[in-house]
């Protein structure tokens, strides 16, 4: 896909000054703004993101890049567009299962640093599904904040900015093992949360009745696809290749409370393989 695009712009007479601008869900910006920053070694990309997914996270942060067959996002830049422009009122058009994808990405802001988004969500889950404006707006104006707040101090994670990652280990994995056909993202994404806070509260770092919480959150915004026939050898593979691996070691990141997260290295496979097998996978 991003030969073609190359091919476009080299057709076009495209240079330095040429801008590109991605109009899509995550994978169009991903894909563009990877063609984007690649270009004549970069030119200008702007976003106008038009799933809530996208809306809340890929087209935030300057996070570009392409899939592999062996993993997600395994070739990637990072590259700031110039401009994002957000129409929530795009999101009316979106099939329910997309809608609710972004969705758990929202849940992942609220876990990592707002107790209030999280509680908000939670108790206004049929306006969300109504899209009423007085609810959603503010809910994407706050992950944006708090995406936009982290990369402004950590833009190349080398610290901070992993706590963006809450959930994105399993559910990376998850995404790579069935080729990313089953899932959608945010899917897979709330199977990782489901798995960091199983293993979380396994260690004692995070209450039980937050776990909880964050099940029945997930568990309320709707039916996610199956993972009972998932091997979970098969995605401790995929999580060996993640790229959050760093010299060897896997940096996890866990939630402490509901807001509050912390990034531990010392998580041993048999650990992951207790958690897999807990929220549904198959030995």
């Known amino acids: 896909s991003v030969s073609r695009v190359y091919e476009a712009l080299i057709r076009a007479g495209a240079d330095r000054g040429s801008a590109i601008v991605a109009v899509g869900g995550g994978v169009i910006g991903d894909t563009a703004g990877f063609a984007a920053a690649s270009f004549l070694r970069g030119i200008t990309l702007a976003h106008v993101p038009t799933t809530l997914l996208a809306q809340v ?111 994105h280990t399993v559910g990376h994995a998850l995404e790579a093992v069935t080729k990313y056909r089953r899932f959608r993202h945010g899917e897979a994404i709330a199977f990782g949360m489901l798995a960091a806070a199983d293993l979380a509260a396994a260690r004692g770092a995070l209450a039980e009745r937050c776990r909880q919480a964050l099940a029945d959150l997930i568990a309320a915004l709707g039916p996610l696809p199956t993972v009972a026939d998932i091997s979970i050898a098969d995605v401790l593979e995929a999580v060996r290749r993640d790229k959050k691996v760093v010299n060897g070691r896997l940096h996890f990141v866990i939630a402490i409370d509901i807001g509050a997260t912390m990034t531990i290295d010392d998580v041993t496979e048999d650990e992951l393989r207790a958690v897999l097998n807990r929220i549904g996978l198959k030995s």
């Open 57 to 167: 996270d890929s087209s935030i942060g300057g996070k570009v890049g392409v899939n592999h067959a062996l993993g997600k996002n395994l070739m990637g830049a990072f590259h700031q567009p110039a401009v994002v422009v957000i129409d929530a009122q795009l999101l009316t058009t979106l099939p329910r299962r997309e809608f609710r994808s972004g969705l758990y990405e929202v849940v992942k802001y609220g876990m990592i640093a707002s107790r209030p988004l999280f509680d908000r969500l939670s108790g206004h889950i049929k306006a969300v599904f109504a899209h009423d404006a007085d609810v959603l707006v503010p809910a994407i104006e706050e992950s944006c904040r708090i995406k936009a707040d982290v990369v402004s101090k950590d833009e190349r994670e080398s610290g901070l900015r992993r706590i963006l990652n809450y959930g």
